[in-house]
């Protein structure tokens, strides 16, 4: 009820404002499930996209989303619970097997679950290597997977900042993927990621980076250290 009520609130405010320009969205399955790859610019994604989805899009948020402090960490708590999105803990070894098995769980149930498969924002609004989880997911349930593209989120509500601005976004939606394969196989969880993420790459039109967006944030962060150091 929740997710339906701030859905119908938020809706017309994203068409009067923001005038979304949406492409492919006819290739997402209205039931059964199905899972929604994402490149990932803006805390904004994951309220933009499922506001024009027809049915309901359950994010695996990361859990810092639901525990950061402040007015500001208190109003992503509710606005992700409003929308039903699932936390989960991407730290890596068991954490990250949970994260997977829930989103297994929710595909059993006939759910659409929503991923970036880079697993944390662009710092550049470069396309970065995806994390594996994904295709394990749509190996074990037989989901497809639709590749989506999100333009100009970035620039309506860049890293840190609260409110939006007022700018249209754009989001287009790819053709239907279908994985089979020994998702125990690493080699297979790679090979298929990387189809996911040339896929994205090909709507999206971004530069891609054999790297994961973590270690490009860190390597920023080094450079900057640096540079405060220099001066």
Excluded: W
Excluded at 81 to 90: E, T, Y
Excluded at 129 to 138: D, E, L, Q, S
Excluded at 195 to 206: D, K, L, N, R
């Amino acid at each position: 009820m929740a997710y339906a009520l701030l859905k119908s609130f938020l809706t017309p405010l994203l068409m009067l404002f923001f005038r979304p320009k949406v492409t492919g969205l006819r290739l997402v399955p209205t039931t059964g499930p199905v899972i929604i790859a994402s490149n990932h610019l803006s805390f904004s994604d994951s309220i933009f996209m499922p506001l024009v989805v027809p049915r309901k899009v359950t994010f695996l948020a990361k859990s810092e989303y639901f525990t950061s402090p402040g007015i500001k960490g208190l109003v992503k708590k509710l606005t992700f619970k409003a929308l039903g999105q699932v936390p989960v803990d991407r730290a890596g070894g068991r954490r990250s097997e949970q994260a997977i098995l829930t989103g297994l769980e929710l595909l059993k149930d006939g759910n659409c679950i929503g991923i970036y498969p880079e697993g944390t924002r662009s710092p550049d609004g470069k396309l970065y290597k995806g994390r594996t989880g994904i295709a394990r997911m749509a190996i074990d349930s037989g989901a497809p997977i639709i590749p989506v593209a999100m333009f100009n989120t970035a620039e309506i509500q860049p890293t840190g900042k609260v409110v939006p601005k007022v700018q249209r976004v754009e989001m287009v939606f790819g053709e239907p993927l279908y994985f089979t394969g020994d998702s125990s196989d690493l080699k297979v969880l790679r090979e298929i990621t990387d189809q996911i993420m040339q896929a994205i790459a090909a709507i999206s039109h971004q530069e891609y980076v054999d790297i994961y967006a973590s270690e490009a944030k860190a390597a920023l962060v080094r450079e900057r250290n640096y540079l405060k150091d220099e001066e």
